[in-house]
């Protein structure tokens, strides 16, 4: 009985080593690219939503995951982990669905945005990374980490509060956007979009996102976390 109790103990203990690593690798990753960006861009890259959700994203990775045995429901790090994590994930799939859009609304939009003399190669590397990477990130931390977010999720109740389900899912990636829309002002001019009206595009981006999030959340992060 001792000898699987020890195992048990050696086997959390290494499963949140290796999430601390993983987490730890993604944390610093998206920090050289937020850092390396606004050096680039003279800080103007700041003006987008894609910073902004980085910066979010970042924040989420930054916090250390933990077995159910060693933490509580009312602790910092998991009240942190359950607000950011949410916002994070669905998030991550709302801002990737409204780049396409903003793609095809402005077909040379990166290119517009992009400093004078930046390579072709790094400017769609930079497009991969900052709207996909944080999709492949949460996917890696989910098959990993999947057990001990549903635990944070559980000590809370998000299982079963329907206002802290509507956070995950939408209320809290929108506080951030509607914040952003506040402070940037045009979001069409930020991108240079011309083929359809500022409000048409506006509309068209909030009803992607407020789709994308309901589908992220429905169809993975409800069934894989508070089910």
Request: net charge neutral.
């Given at each position: 009985?001792?000898?699987?109790?020890?195992?048990?103990?050696?086997?959390?203990?290494?499963?949140?080593?290796?999430?601390?690593?993983?987490?730890?690798?993604?944390?610093?990753?998206?920090?050289?690219?937020?850092?390396?960006?606004?050096?680039?861009?003279?800080?103007?890259?700041?003006?987008?939503?894609?910073?902004?959700?980085?910066?979010?994203?970042?924040?989420?990775?930054?916090?250390?995951?933990?077995?159910?045995?060693?933490?509580?429901?009312?602790?910092?790090t998991?009240?942190?982990?359950?607000?950011?994590?949410?916002?994070?994930?669905?998030?991550?799939?709302?801002?990737?669905?409204?780049?396409?859009?903003?793609?095809?609304?402005?077909?040379?939009?990166?290119?517009?945005?992009?400093?004078d003399?930046?390579?072709?190669?790094?400017?769609?590397?930079?497009?991969?990374?900052?709207?996909?990477?944080?999709?492949?990130?949460?996917?890696?931390?989910?098959?990993?980490?999947?057990?001990?977010?549903?635990?944070?999720?559980?000590?809370?109740?998000?299982?079963?509060?329907?206002?802290?389900?509507?956070?995950?899912c939408?209320g809290?990636?929108?506080?951030?956007?509607?914040?952003?829309?506040?402070?940037?002002?045009?979001?069409?001019?930020?991108?240079?979009?011309?083929?359809?009206?500022?409000?048409?595009?506006?509309?068209?981006?909030?009803?992607?996102?407020?789709?994308?999030?309901?589908?992220?959340?429905?169809?993975v992060?409800k069934?894989?976390?508070?089910?």
């Amino acid at each position: 009985m001792g000898t699987d109790s020890e195992a048990k103990v050696k086997s959390q203990q290494l499963d949140e080593n290796n999430s601390i690593l993983t987490r730890k690798i993604i944390f610093y990753a998206f920090l050289a690219t937020l850092i390396a960006d606004t050096y680039a861009s003279k800080a103007e890259v700041l003006n987008h939503l894609t910073l902004w959700s980085f910066i979010l994203h970042m924040l989420y990775f930054e916090l250390h995951l933990s077995s159910s045995k060693s933490s509580s429901s009312t602790s910092l790090t998991n009240t942190l982990i359950r607000l950011y994590h949410g916002p994070s994930f669905c998030g991550s799939f709302a801002l990737f669905h409204m780049y396409l859009w903003t793609l095809i609304a402005n077909p040379s939009m990166e290119f517009d945005l992009a400093p004078d003399g930046r390579a072709t190669w790094l400017i769609y590397a930079r497009g991969f990374w900052l709207h996909l990477g944080p999709i492949l990130c949460h996917y890696i931390d989910m098959q990993q980490n999947g057990a001990m977010l549903r635990d944070v999720y559980a000590l809370a109740g998000w299982n079963t509060s329907k206002l802290c389900q509507f956070w995950m899912c939408l209320g809290g990636y929108f506080a951030m956007g509607l914040t952003w829309e506040q402070v940037n002002g045009d979001a069409s001019g930020t991108y240079n979009v011309t083929v359809v009206s500022p409000e048409m595009y506006v509309l068209i981006s909030k009803a992607i996102g407020v789709v994308s999030c309901i589908i992220a959340f429905a169809v993975v992060a409800k069934p894989k976390l508070l089910n």
